[in-house]
């Protein structure tokens, strides 16, 4: 069994940016998600997500670097994010986690992360 920590050592740079590409791919055309991403950022927030994973599991600590702590809640505030935003969001990174074909220990632990923290930033009703 690995721990958080080891996921970086086990799928590397490369699996954190298909994850991140693949998760990214289908916000645009998404009638939830996509009206919440400007299309000129789409390229940064994947950056974002990678660098965060990245340091999250294991990695070089990149977005700390450029970004300082993550305060995750505070950065999703402006944003309506209810159940359906939460369950929509859990969807597509479920997609991208089955298409970034990482190995399954690593998916697993991913896959709950996931779901904790989009529960976690919930701040609306509903």
């Not at 600590?61 to 505030?77: K, N, V």
């Not at 935003?85 to 597509?92: M, P």
Request: charged share 30%; net charge neutral; aromatic share 10%.
């Amino acid at each position: 069994m690995i721990s958080d920590g080891e996921i970086y050592g086990h799928i590397g740079e490369e699996g954190f940016a298909r994850l991140a590409a693949a998760f990214y791919r289908q916000v645009p055309a998404d009638d939830i998600l996509g009206p919440m991403y400007p299309a000129e950022d789409l390229t940064g927030a994947e950056e974002r997500l990678r660098d965060f994973l990245v340091g999250r599991f294991g990695g070089p600590q990149r977005y700390m670097e450029r970004r300082g702590h993550p305060r995750l809640r505070m950065r999703h505030m402006p944003y309506r994010l209810d159940q359906r935003a939460r369950n929509r969001w859990l969807q597509l990174m479920d997609r991208a986690l089955d298409e970034a074909k990482l190995p399954k220990e690593s998916e697993d632990l991913l896959r709950g992360f996931f779901h904790h923290m989009a529960t976690f930033l919930l701040n609306t009703p509903g």
